[in-house]
């Protein structure tokens, strides 16, 4: 069973920067697609980003295009989320999410993803 656990959430200003992290504490997901989601109180789980298990393709919520990076590094069971120039409605619980199955496609449904992290707070103030 894979576990998965997030790190560096914060409270910060708008305009600031972040980077989460993703590390697969048990398992191997080195091959498998994985993702970050976004949740607010009230509100479905959003898609953010996700990438494939080498990086190569890659997919964007709009709303983050530019100004967040994803990225894996698969010898650290690693995934990464660079966030810059933070906004008030950045705002939630930030979950990594990893598909079972190999593959190297991009899923941007939360059903499409099978192991979760636990979530990490950010939150951006004005």
């Known amino acids: 069973q894979v576990q998965l656990v997030e790190s560096g959430g914060d409270l910060v200003q708008a305009g600031a920067s972040l980077r989460l992290s993703c590390v697969a504490a048990r398992g191997s997901v080195s091959r498998n697609t994985m993702g970050w989601f976004r949740q607010v109180p009230g509100k479905e789980r959003e898609f953010v980003a996700c990438?494939?298990?080498?990086?190569?393709?890659?997919s964007y919520t709009d709303s983050v295009k530019g100004r967040f990076t994803i990225s894996r590094d698969n010898a650290k069971s690693t995934m990464y989320l660079q966030m810059n120039n933070l906004k008030p409605e950045d705002t939630a619980v930030y979950y990594c999410a990893a598909r079972a199955r190999v593959g190297s496609n991009v899923w941007t449904s939360a059903t499409d993803y099978d192991y979760w992290g636990q979530g990490t707070q950010v939150t951006v103030s004005s």
């Open positions: 990438l494939n298990l080498n990086g190569a393709r890659r």
